[in-house]
């Protein structure tokens, strides 16, 4: 994995479950400010949680002058924050669409006015290609779904801040690289998931509800090869100005299969069953990575099952 050595990096949603995963690989070498609102703290309980180089700052992404304020000195930007997690999504349209535009141009403008040098690293999503993305790269077009369904105001949001974030490197010439994250799961995850919550109830046995038929298909990918591909976005020269898939293309399966692999690598006694969804949701979503590896040398290594097996260590273990 790259390293860094010697920066200040200014992390938003830090205390977020790939933000407090990723703050963990670079405390060792570098200062890390996390920049959080403590909506959903998977912080609180990492063994680093108390670490000299850590400097937690609560604060809203909202508050551009707290921004601003926060991210002084810094010299590498990884910016987490939003709103996630589709029943939040429904449920806070509003904040949606306001953390992640609003939220997004307040970072974005911080970094430009303390003219940040060595990287802005922006987290998109996957959700841009809409409801059915079947190896969608890069360049594909992106979609915005129907204007009135509360589900695509996510995906607008982070679209929005994709171009907000490349419109700085060609006006400012900030040094921005955006990544889109496919299905991240593993250790530590906080909040909505499916992984995390199939798992957890496999591990007590309970039922495994799955919405809708189940014939939904995603590509999961582990969050330490999400790590990596973050790592590579602040270190590779390559990276600047440009956006990248990061993902495993071959961690490829439906709902319904993913809950009968969970209940089997656990050796769970969990019955699966069926509710209706109510809302829009993504029948397609695969991504490809021919990009993040052919500049970035990016590939995901740990398959799903392994990646089940240590999700499922990780929950048999952790704090209640």
Not at 20 to 35: I, K, P, Q, R, W
Not at 96 to 122: F, K, P
Not at 182 to 206: D, H, K, M, S, W
């Amino acid at each position: 994995m790259p390293v860094l050595t010697g920066q200040k990096i200014f992390l938003t949603g830090g205390a977020g479950f790939i933000g407090s995963t990723l703050a963990g690989t670079l405390l060792d070498d570098n200062e890390v400010v996390v920049f959080d609102n403590l909506t959903r703290n998977a912080l609180t309980h990492q063994p680093f949680a108390h670490h000299p180089n850590l400097t937690l700052v609560q604060g809203d992404v909202c508050d551009a002058a707290a921004v601003h304020e926060a991210m002084t000195g810094a010299t590498h930007v990884v910016h987490c924050a939003a709103i996630a997690g589709i029943d939040t999504v429904i449920k806070r349209p509003v904040d949606t669409m306001r953390v992640n535009v609003l939220g997004s141009a307040n970072v974005l403008q911080a970094a430009a006015d303390h003219g940040v040098s060595g990287r802005v690293v922006c987290f998109s999503t996957s959700e841009v290609f809409g409801q059915h993305g079947f190896r969608s790269a890069e360049t594909d077009n992106t979609v915005t779904g129907a204007v009135g369904e509360a589900r695509w105001t996510y995906a607008v949001g982070k679209l929005a801040e994709e171009h907000l974030a490349l419109a700085h490197h060609q006006q400012d010439g900030l040094p921005v690289v955006v990544v889109r994250p496919f299905n991240v799961y593993g250790p530590g995850q906080v909040g909505e998931g499916a992984i995390r919550t199939f798992v957890q109830r496999a591990l007590r046995g309970e039922p495994i509800e799955i919405h809708g038929d189940g014939t939904q298909i995603r590509a999961w990918c582990y969050v330490d090869d999400m790590i990596r591909g973050v790592h590579l976005a602040l270190t590779h020269p390559a990276a600047v100005g440009e956006s990248f898939n990061i993902g495993n293309q071959r961690a490829v399966v439906t709902i319904y299969g993913l809950a009968n692999t969970i209940v089997r690598v656990l050796g769970s006694s969990s019955e699966i069953t069926f509710a209706r969804k109510g809302y829009a949701d993504i029948e397609l979503r695969v991504p490809a990575v021919g990009k993040a590896r052919d500049m970035l040398g990016f590939e995901a290594e740990i398959d799903l099952e392994e990646g089940i097996r240590r999700t499922g260590e990780f929950y048999r273990t952790a704090a209640p």
